[in-house]
């Protein structure tokens, strides 16, 4: 392969003509990069931007490693002077709410006792759900799922009452078994929404094929459908794991007195003002309930971004 | 002729992949030039630095005389035209003509006199007011050429404009950008992977290959003389044949085959000697230069060969025998009656094909 | 065999199976159920209840709108409606603006794009209870930012927003911006980066300077991505509890309280169900109107491209 100095109209030029010339001395090559102020701005506008999200993880932090006096002190951003866990103790052990004072543990026990059945519950649902409407619909189908998509944008005041005079009803009312089916409901709405669109994306050669050989409704699904679906269920669980431990407003309703999940425990160890505040502990305890889906969030990161993403861009 | 563009030693990496290496080019005042090349080739690329879109490793670039290597494309003197046309939505495209202009700071009425000039121009004076999304796709790359054209610059150039636009749309924009240069005479760089629209736009050709340019020449030496292997199998439709076999030098230069001889008398050699000895070769001989029947006779060589298979086009058929035990393609006017099977004298002068080496794929 | 329906939303052909698709139907039951009860029974139930004269218990004596001629009288109510229109506007105004801002700079080549994105989307992942209770301690005047300000010398330095009855509606502001504004930013940078590549290019050839592309281009090109995080937000702020229950719990004084607290104090604690139920029915009007306006604006367009056509 030969690369010859082409000139004008074709007719070869010799090069030693071209290259005598005063421009080789002009700019060349790359540009040379300067950090421009732009630069430099939107730099500083980033890291700015981090150090406030990042502070009140900082200070929760480091005031769960301080005791008493040093936090009385005030100095929120200091790094502790006497590192001690004793408050993270407290907080799992002894921490008191109200007139109990047993710590945060029974409180992540709840919350997993909670969070587990309702996250496998209402995605396996959304999942059925969302390949229904993908692949076999009839007729009404659609209807009730806009009604669903409704209601996940109905604040959940507008249909609690109802739904506790239906819990009471049915006595599932301040039970485990209660708590977990008002989760189901509540996140039906969107994972089915996830789960909907995700199917509707893959091609319909695919299901066809499957129709092809003979298999039926329950058969395409776990054969074919469910194999394939591993992204979005990872995302559809990070959603909802994060989702219903963090919850508040349904465990205050409907988790009764002896379901009380790490949220509710949290609020009540924290805003009881019974005594001397104990902040140190409260910090503690409050990092122990984000702890769960933190970890979470860290360890699955894209998928969680993606996941928020994909759940909130609707059709 | 006054330079246009002048491209000296350019380069370019990302990351480790060298993807243009010293690459020179000259363009003059006036040409459409054409970069020309299978995907992957560089082309888009070399294209993209020309207007500043893409930073070299190495080298600069000429405008105009002026050395704008690391000016900004706004600085450049250039209009820009890309295949998805890449036009402003939300505005009409009287303010897509025109967005530039304000924001560089134009009076109005040079804004407003150069947008009727490039809507008279490109025949889109009707559209002024309507969002792209209201037009054809040939209405958009009408309306993204004049775009470039408000720009008032020396030089245009043209990624792959016509790849979006299906066949019927694509000759007859194909025809309409012919004269626009005619009436412009600006220069022009265009980019394609088209070999039709590189035959019929170009001044010249410059058919590139995994970043450096193979052959730099008008579309008539491109196509009867190519430089190599590469090039002659990349132009021509249907695809030049390839005989593989000898080439025995001396007096009488003769191609060997499978025990087929093809005298190459009066073939113009690279340095006007045939190479001493036996070197393996490559014969090209495209398909319309074949004749049969009668005609064959008066050719240099002529043979006779089974018709393996026959694809009528319409306008005329191709039809495939073997030469030398290799296939072999050659085109006749649609008249002609052809049957599978049937035996055929045909016959072409070896002089008006091409000779390439086998290890090198130069031409000879 | 009978036909299959083909999936997919928009699919131009439907054939529908000539006998009723029982599995289906079947295996949809828990929605049907749910959606017919939860979101629909239950809304209307709702808003009968809110025209009755329940107390403690659910009753069917209706006593028209003496509810909400109560609730608007009530001093409380109308708190909770000044606070959650400021708190909502300003919250979705900071948050959109903050979200995009930060989405464009991150749309800069940043190197450590991965480590920012991290950063700014982990507040998602908290609970806003503590997120409230992270904020309180930070705004808290005798032991947050105030004193350790104060300590560094500024000794006369002020900012325990939630101490006062006026600006503590700001300290809760500040709070959900924190949690929620990378959600938004994560949004936006999806609709940045899905616009078209070679609008850049030509807007670079033009020579557009980048603010002005960003405004005045990409920003009406990515109407999908602002709408998303617009909706996203209003959602989560009507039904905002969590936050204020843990950071103010509705004070000082109820200068804080929120529409969604009112309904649950109401059916809870004060145990006045026609009165919650009345406030629950105003919370739900919002969403209706949002969706009416949804409709409208789909009706709309379609209009429009039928003529167009």
């Given at each position: 392969?030969?690369?010859?100095?082409?000139?004008?109209?074709?007719?070869?030029?010799?090069?030693?003509?071209?290259?005598?010339?005063?421009?080789?001395?002009?700019?060349?090559?790359?540009?040379?990069?300067?950090?421009?102020?732009?630069?430099?701005?939107?730099?500083?506008?980033?890291?700015?931007?981090?150090?406030?999200?990042?502070?009140?993880?900082?200070?929760?932090i480091v005031t769960s490693l301080k005791d008493m006096p040093e936090v009385r002190e005030g100095h929120i951003f200091n790094l502790p002077l006497r590192p001690t866990i004793d408050p993270w103790i407290s907080a799992w052990t002894s921490a008191c709410t109200g007139r109990n004072c047993t710590g945060l543990s029974p409180g992540f026990l709840n919350s997993v006792k909670i969070t587990i059945p309702s996250v496998i519950i209402s995605i396996i649902v959304a999942s059925i759900n969302g390949y229904a409407l993908s692949f076999w619909r009839?007729?009404?189908?659609?209807?009730?799922?806009?009604?669903?998509?409704?209601?996940?944008?109905?604040?959940?005041?507008?249909?609690?009452?109802?739904?506790?005079?239906?819990?009471?009803?049915?006595?599932?009312?301040?039970?485990?078994?209660?708590?977990?089916?008002?989760?189901?409901?509540?996140?039906?709405?969107?994972?089915?929404?996830?789960?909907?669109?995700?199917?509707?994306?893959?091609?319909?050669?695919?299901?066809?094929?499957?129709?092809?050989?003979?298999?039926?409704?329950?058969?395409?699904?776990?054969?074919?459908?469910?194999?394939?679906?591993?992204?979005?269920?990872?995302?559809?669980?990070?959603?909802?794991?994060?989702?219903?431990?963090?919850?508040?407003?349904?465990?205050l309703v409907f988790a009764g007195p002896t379901n009380i999940p790490m949220t509710l425990q949290l609020n009540n160890i924290v805003n009881t003002t019974t005594g001397t505040v104990a902040y140190d502990v409260n910090m503690a305890a409050t990092i122990l309930t984000a702890a769960v889906p933190l970890v979470i969030y860290f360890v699955s990161g894209k998928w969680f971004v993606r996941g928020i993403a994909a759940g909130a861009v609707k059709g | 002729m006054q330079t246009s563009v002048s491209i000296k030693d350019l380069s370019l990496a990302?990351?480790?992949?060298?993807?243009?290496?010293?690459?020179?080019?000259?363009?003059?005042?006036?040409?459409?030039?054409?970069?020309?090349?299978?995907?992957?080739?560089?082309?888009?690329?070399?294209?993209?630095?020309?207007?500043?879109?893409?930073?070299?490793?190495?080298?600069?670039?000429?405008?105009?005389?002026?050395?704008?290597?690391?000016?900004?494309?706004?600085?450049?003197?250039?209009?820009?035209?890309?295949?998805?046309?890449?036009?402003?939505?939300?505005?009409?495209?009287?303010?897509?003509?025109?967005?530039?202009?304000?924001?560089?700071?134009?009076?109005?009425?040079?804004?407003?006199?150069?947008?009727?000039?490039?809507?008279?121009?490109?025949?889109?004076?009707?559209?002024?007011?309507?969002?792209?999304?209201?037009?054809?796709?040939?209405?958009?790359?009408?309306?993204?050429?004049?775009?470039?054209?408000?720009?008032?610059?020396?030089?245009?150039?043209?990624?792959?404009?016509?790849?979006?636009?299906?066949?019927?749309?694509?000759?007859?924009?194909?025809?309409?950008?012919?004269?626009?240069?005619?009436?412009?005479?600006?220069?022009?760089?265009?980019?394609?992977?088209?070999?039709?629209?590189?035959?019929?736009?170009?001044?010249?050709?410059?058919?590139?290959?995994?970043?450096?340019?193979?052959?730099?020449?008008?579309?008539?030496?491109?196509?009867?003389?190519?430089?190599?292997?590469?090039?002659?199998?990349?132009?021509?439709?249907?695809?030049?044949?390839?005989?593989?076999?000898?080439?025995?030098?001396?007096?009488?230069?003769?191609?060997?085959?499978?025990?087929?001889?093809?005298?190459?008398?009066?073939?113009?050699?690279?340095?006007?000697?045939?190479?001493?000895?036996?070197?393996?070769?490559?014969?090209?001989?495209?398909?319309?230069?074949?004749?049969?029947?009668?005609?064959?006779?008066?050719?240099?060589?002529?043979?006779?060969?089974?018709?393996?298979?026959?694809?009528?086009?319409?306008?005329?058929?191709?039809?495939?025998?073997?030469?030398?035990?290799?296939?072999?393609?050659?085109?006749?006017?649609?008249?002609?009656?052809?049957?599978?099977?049937?035996?055929?004298?045909?016959?072409?002068?070896?002089?008006?094909?091409?000779?390439?080496?086998?290890?090198?794929?130069?031409?000879? | 065999?009978?036909?299959?329906?083909?999936?997919?939303?928009?699919?131009?052909?439907?054939?529908?199976?000539?006998?009723?698709?029982?599995?289906?139907?079947?295996?949809?039951?828990?929605?049907?159920?749910?959606?017919?009860?939860?979101?629909?029974?239950?809304?209307?139930?709702?808003?009968?209840?809110?025209?009755?004269?329940?107390?403690?218990?659910?009753?069917?004596?209706?006593?028209?709108?003496?509810?909400?001629?109560?609730?608007?009288?009530?001093?409380?109510?109308?708190?909770?409606?000044?606070?959650?229109?400021?708190?909502?506007?300003?919250?979705?105004?900071?948050?959109?603006?903050?979200?995009?801002?930060?989405?464009?700079?991150?749309?800069?080549?940043?190197?450590?794009?991965?480590?920012?994105?991290?950063?700014?989307?982990?507040?998602?992942?908290?609970?806003?209870?503590?997120?409230?209770?992270?904020?309180?301690?930070?705004?808290?005047?005798?032991?947050?930012?105030?004193?350790?300000?104060?300590?560094?010398?500024?000794?006369?330095?002020?900012?325990?927003?939630?101490?006062?009855?006026?600006?503590?509606?700001?300290?809760?502001?500040?709070?959900?911006?924190?949690?929620?504004?990378?959600?938004?930013?994560?949004?936006?940078?999806?609709?940045?980066?899905?616009?078209?590549?070679?609008?850049?290019?030509?807007?670079?050839?033009?020579?557009?300077?980048?603010?002005?592309?960003?405004?005045?281009?990409?920003?009406?090109?990515?109407?999908?991505?602002?709408?998303?995080?617009?909706?996203?937000?209003?959602?989560?702020?009507?039904?905002?509890?969590?936050?204020?229950?843990?950071?103010?719990?509705?004070?000082?004084?109820?200068?804080?309280?929120?529409?969604?607290?009112?309904?649950?104090?109401?059916?809870?604690?004060?145990?006045?169900?026609?009165?919650?139920?009345?406030?629950?029915?105003?919370?739900?009007?919002?969403?209706?109107?949002?969706?009416?306006?949804?409709?409208?604006?789909?009706?709309?367009?379609?209009?429009?491209?039928?003529?167009?056509?």
């Open positions: 392969m030969t690369t010859d100095n082409y000139a004008i109209a074709g007719t070869p030029t010799a090069k030693a003509a071209l290259k005598s010339d005063a421009e080789t001395q002009g700019p060349r090559g790359p540009k040379p990069k300067r950090l421009s102020p732009g630069r430099i701005g939107v730099y500083a506008f980033l890291v700015i931007a981090a150090l406030f999200f990042l502070v009140p993880l900082y200070v929760m009839y007729r009404g189908a659609e209807f009730f799922f806009n009604l669903l998509v409704f209601g996940a944008f109905v604040p959940y005041q507008v249909v609690i009452y109802p739904l506790i005079i239906g819990m009471r009803y049915m006595h599932l009312f301040a039970t485990l078994p209660g708590i977990i089916i008002v989760h189901t409901i509540f996140g039906m709405p969107i994972l089915t929404l996830l789960f909907r669109n995700f199917y509707a994306g893959l091609p319909i050669e695919i299901f066809k094929a499957s129709r092809i050989d003979g298999a039926g409704f329950w058969q395409t699904y776990f054969r074919v459908m469910l194999p394939m679906s591993v992204p979005i269920t990872v995302v559809a669980v990070i959603l909802q794991v994060t989702g219903i431990w963090n919850d508040f407003l349904f465990g | 990302f990351g480790s992949v060298r993807v243009i290496e010293q690459l020179n080019l000259e363009i003059g005042q006036g040409e459409f030039l054409v970069l020309l090349g299978p995907s992957g080739c560089g082309k888009s690329t070399l294209l993209n630095c020309i207007a500043g879109l893409l930073d070299v490793s190495d080298g600069q670039i000429f405008i105009s005389g002026k050395n704008v290597t690391w000016e900004e494309p706004k600085d450049r003197g250039i209009g820009m035209v890309f295949q998805s046309y890449a036009l402003y939505p939300q505005m009409t495209v009287e303010k897509n003509l025109s967005f530039g202009l304000r924001v560089a700071g134009f009076k109005k009425e040079e804004i407003a006199e150069r947008v009727a000039r490039a809507s008279e121009i490109l025949q889109i004076g009707p559209l002024l007011q309507r969002k792209p999304a209201n037009l054809s796709g040939g209405q958009r790359q009408r309306v993204a050429i004049g775009r470039a054209l408000v720009r008032d610059v020396d030089v245009f150039l043209f990624d792959e404009p016509l790849s979006n636009l299906d066949a019927k749309l694509r000759s007859e924009l194909r025809v309409e950008i012919k004269r626009l240069h005619q009436r412009l005479k600006n220069t022009m760089i265009y980019v394609t992977h088209d070999q039709i629209e590189a035959m019929t736009l170009a001044d010249r050709i410059a058919i590139m290959r995994d970043g450096v340019i193979q052959q730099l020449a008008d579309p008539h030496t491109i196509y009867n003389k190519p430089v190599n292997l590469f090039v002659a199998g990349f132009i021509g439709s249907p695809s030049m044949n390839f005989i593989h076999g000898d080439l025995e030098g001396g007096a009488e230069p003769t191609f060997v085959s499978n025990g087929v001889r093809v005298p190459m008398k009066g073939y113009a050699f690279d340095n006007g000697v045939p190479p001493s000895g036996t070197t393996k070769g490559v014969l090209g001989i495209r398909p319309e230069h074949v004749a049969i029947h009668d005609d064959a006779a008066r050719m240099p060589f002529t043979f006779d060969g089974e018709i393996d298979i026959v694809e009528p086009m319409g306008s005329d058929t191709v039809a495939w025998i073997k030469l030398a035990g290799q296939s072999f393609t050659f085109r006749c006017e649609s008249e002609v009656v052809l049957q599978v099977g049937q035996r055929i004298r045909l016959g072409f002068d070896p002089a008006r094909g091409s000779l390439f080496s086998a290890d090198t794929g130069d031409r000879l | 065999m009978a036909d299959v329906a083909t999936a997919g939303p928009g699919a131009p052909v439907v054939r529908r199976r000539r006998r009723l698709n029982i599995q289906s139907i079947v295996a949809t039951l828990p929605m049907i159920i749910v959606s017919f009860s939860v979101f629909f029974v239950g809304i209307i139930f709702t808003i009968i209840w809110s025209f009755t004269d329940s107390g403690m218990f659910p009753g069917f004596h209706f006593v028209g709108f003496a509810q909400y001629a109560r609730l608007w009288s009530t001093d409380l109510w109308l708190i909770c409606v000044n606070n959650i229109w400021f708190f909502g506007l300003m919250s979705l105004v900071v948050n959109l603006t903050a979200g995009f801002l930060l989405a464009v700079f991150m749309d800069q080549n940043i190197k450590q794009e991965s480590l920012f994105r991290s950063i700014f989307l982990y507040p998602f992942a908290m609970s806003l209870i503590v997120t409230g209770l992270a904020w309180q301690w930070i705004l808290d005047p005798g032991l947050g930012l105030q004193q350790t300000v104060r300590n560094l010398g500024w000794t006369t330095f002020e900012l325990a927003p939630l101490v006062h009855q006026e600006t503590a509606i700001y300290g809760l502001v500040v709070a959900g911006i924190w949690q929620g504004s990378g959600v938004t930013m994560a949004i936006m940078l999806a609709g940045l980066r899905g616009v078209d590549q070679e609008v850049w290019k030509a807007a670079r050839i033009d020579g557009i300077p980048a603010w002005r592309v960003y405004l005045f281009i990409v920003l009406p090109m990515m109407r999908g991505a602002v709408a998303t995080a617009f909706i996203l937000q209003c959602t989560g702020i009507v039904r905002v509890f969590d936050l204020v229950y843990a950071m103010t719990r509705g004070g000082p004084g109820n200068y804080t309280y929120m529409p969604a607290m009112y309904v649950i104090n109401f059916i809870t604690v004060r145990l006045n169900v026609g009165q919650g139920m009345a406030a629950a029915t105003m919370m739900l009007l919002p969403i209706a109107l949002l969706l009416v306006i949804r409709a409208i604006v789909v009706w709309w367009n379609e209009r429009r491209a039928g003529l167009n056509a």
